[in-house]
């Protein structure tokens, strides 16, 4: 509720804005799916690039936990091919590999070994070596 009164009162505002984002959050975090979809849609298409950025990225964790895996990919692959700083390039990757890491485990393995290539020395790396530690070889 507060994060939506931030929101409304200072909606012309950076702090307005991220306090919807924050909002969308917590509706994700709640279960509330649709209203959830439906902020994270409206702030990813909003003039904000770096909030849209992680918009997105909500959006696509939203589609994930309503098993839309697809629709959640396609974002993450949009991402990669469009990184901002709040979302760089190598977390888009991550959340792609990770979504494959259940459902596609030779791409997962394919995109945690491109990332430990990409990142080597990198938080991102020592996640991708990680991950494809856990993964059936």
Same mark, same amino acid.
């Given at each position: 509720?507060?994060?939506?009164?931030?929101?409304?009162?200072?909606?012309?505002?950076?702090?307005?804005? !991220? =306090?919807?984002?924050?909002? $969308?959050?917590?509706?994700?975090?709640?279960?509330?799916?649709? *209203? &959830? %979809? +439906?902020?994270?849609?409206?702030?990813?298409?909003?003039?904000?690039?770096?909030?849209?950025? !992680? =918009?997105?990225?909500?959006? $696509?964790?939203?589609?994930?936990?309503?098993?839309?895996?697809? *629709? &959640? %990919? +396609?974002?993450?692959?949009?991402?990669?091919?469009?990184?901002?700083?709040?979302?760089?390039?190598? =977390?888009?990757?991550?959340?792609?590999?990770?979504?494959?890491?259940?459902?596609?485990?030779? *791409? &997962?393995?394919?995109?945690?070994?491109?990332?430990?290539?990409?990142?080597?020395?990198?938080?991102?790396?020592?996640?991708?070596?990680?991950?494809?530690?856990?993964?059936?070889?």
């Amino acid at each position: 509720e507060k994060f939506n009164q931030v929101a409304k009162d200072y909606s012309h505002y950076a702090a307005g804005r !991220l =306090a919807r984002y924050y909002a $969308a959050i917590c509706l994700r975090d709640l279960g509330k799916f649709p *209203e &959830a %979809e +439906k902020e994270f849609q409206a702030l990813a298409q909003g003039g904000d690039a770096q909030l849209a950025s !992680l =918009a997105k990225v909500g959006l $696509a964790s939203v589609y994930e936990q309503t098993n839309r895996a697809s *629709e &959640a %990919e +396609k974002i993450y692959k949009e991402i990669e091919d469009h990184p901002t700083e709040t979302v760089p390039k190598s =977390a888009a990757t991550i959340a792609r590999a990770d979504l494959s890491y259940k459902t596609n485990p030779a *791409e &997962a393995t394919t995109l945690y070994q491109q990332i430990q290539k990409d990142y080597a020395g990198t938080p991102a790396a020592d996640h991708a070596a990680q991950m494809l530690a856990k993964l059936p070889h």
